[in-house]
Every structure is written in C-alpha cells, then in structure tokens.
C-alpha cells in the first residue's frame, strides 16, 4: 500500500498540494477580514461577526444571509432624502373635499373648484378662514364668501379691485 502511496506522492504533488492549502488559508482569512469591514460598513456588530466568521464557510454564509441590507452611509442618505421629500410635501396640504395636494397659498383647489381660504378683498392675500382682519393690508373681512351665483349655477368669483 505504502508502495502505491509513494508513487502518487512526488514532491511535485507535495508542493500542489502545500500551494493548495496555502491559497486556501489566505482565502480564508480574506474573507474573515471582508466579513469584518463589512460589518463595520453596515454599522453591525463587528466583533460578533468577525468571530461567526471565523467559523468555516458556516459563518461567511450566515453572516451573508444575516447581515444588515444597506451600509451605514446608504441608510443616513435614505433617511436625508425621504426628510428632503416630507419637508418638500410639507409645502402642501390636502384638499378637504376631495384629498387633492394644495399649496398653502391656494384660495380654490384646482381639482374640484372648492374654496379652501378667502381672499382679501382689498390686496388679494389668501386669508385662512378663521381670520376676520387681513394681517397684509388690515382690512376688515366679513364673514359673507365672495363668490356669486350665475344663471348656470357655478361658482364665480366675483373681483373688486382697490
């Protein structure tokens, strides 16, 4: 048995082999030390993963499924954006009547023609209903809407100009 051994084994086979395992340890400890930036990268806990990872293909593979979806920096530029976005969504509101997005100066909504704040009478401002005087001009609003009926039954604004 010896015999037959002797004749696969040749130095030649020897130093494959030894090359073989060589290349394999330096993987190895390649991927430990990508598991570990990794996890620093994603904010995780880097000295847990770092040890699962020392764990023969086990590790790497859990680390690979457990791992956090998005690197540190990619989820703070998310939360920026979408803060970007609601401060960009915060410049409207809703329309009452029908849930169209208005901006916060629209007297009527463009969707469904409701009236959604009075206008002064004297410099044109948009006035949020609640207001009796005109903060722009100090005019005196009534509490009767300027608007009047047409013989088609719609609704115009009638203009008054100062």
């Not at 954006?81 to 609601?86: G, H, N, P, R």
């Not at 169209?100 to 004297?122: G, S, T």
């Amino acid at each position: 048995m010896s015999e037959i051994l002797s004749q696969f084994v040749t130095p030649q086979v020897q130093a494959a082999f030894t090359y073989a395992v060589i290349c394999l340890i330096a993987l190895y400890v390649l991927v430990v030390v990508w598991v570990a930036r990794d996890a620093y990268k994603r904010g995780a806990n880097v000295v847990l993963w770092t040890i699962i990872a020392l764990i023969p293909i086990v590790g790497v593979i859990a680390y690979c499924m457990l791992r956090p979806p998005l690197y540190k920096l990619d989820e703070t530029e998310q939360e920026l954006e979408v803060a970007l976005k609601q401060r960009e969504l915060s410049k409207y509101g809703e329309c009452a009547n029908c849930g169209y997005p208005v901006r916060d100066d629209y007297v009527i909504c463009p969707h469904c023609h409701q009236r959604l704040k009075n206008q002064c009478p004297n410099c044109g401002h948009a006035l949020d209903p609640s207001w009796d005087v005109c903060p722009y001009c100090a005019t005196q609003i009534t509490s009767t809407p300027q608007y009047a009926a047409e013989d088609e039954g719609e609704r115009v604004r009638t203009h008054r100009r100062a």
